[in-house]
């Protein structure tokens, strides 16, 4: 199977721009959907942006859309969030995780089986 490590997390101030990145080593070929999640202390862990890689197709949740954009390099494996106009509500653990592509809500952590460690994003006002 395929295993996750992100990088990228940091800290910067409203309105600023950071890109996480996700490793996948291993088995890549068993995973085709990959989608980033957030979990801020005492909240649920919600869906961000997911890509299906074999056709590029995306989806993001409300909140991110038109200021965060998923990407996937091929050659190198790599997915990527570009997190731009970034807000103090956007401070979360962030998480890649991959599985097979599904119908229904790509949004959906419960449909994804495999994680990364996360990576820390903090938005200070």
């Known amino acids: 199977q395929v295993q996750l490590a992100e990088s990228g997390g940091g800290s910067v101030q409203a309105g600023g721009s950071l890109r996480l990145s996700c490793d996948a080593s291993?088995?890549?070929?068993?995973?085709?959907?990959y989608g980033w999640f957030r979990q801020a202390p005492g909240k649920e862990r919600e869906g961000v942006a997911a890509?299906?890689?074999?056709?590029?197709?995306?989806m993001y949740a409300d909140s991110v859309e038109g200021r965060f954009t998923i990407s996937q390099d091929k050659a190198t494996n790599t997915i990527y969030l570009q997190m731009n106009s970034l807000e103090p509500e956007d401070t979360a653990t962030y998480y890649c995780?991959?599985?097979?592509?599904?119908?229904?809500?790509?949004?959906?952590?419960?449909?994804?089986?495999?994680w990364g460690q996360g990576t820390q994003v903090t938005v200070s006002s």
């Open positions: 995780a991959a599985d097979r592509v599904f119908g229904g809500d790509w949004l959906n952590p419960a449909h994804f089986g495999i």
């Open positions: 890509i299906y890689t074999g056709t590029g197709s995306t």
């Open positions: 291993g088995d890549t070929s068993s995973s085709n959907l």
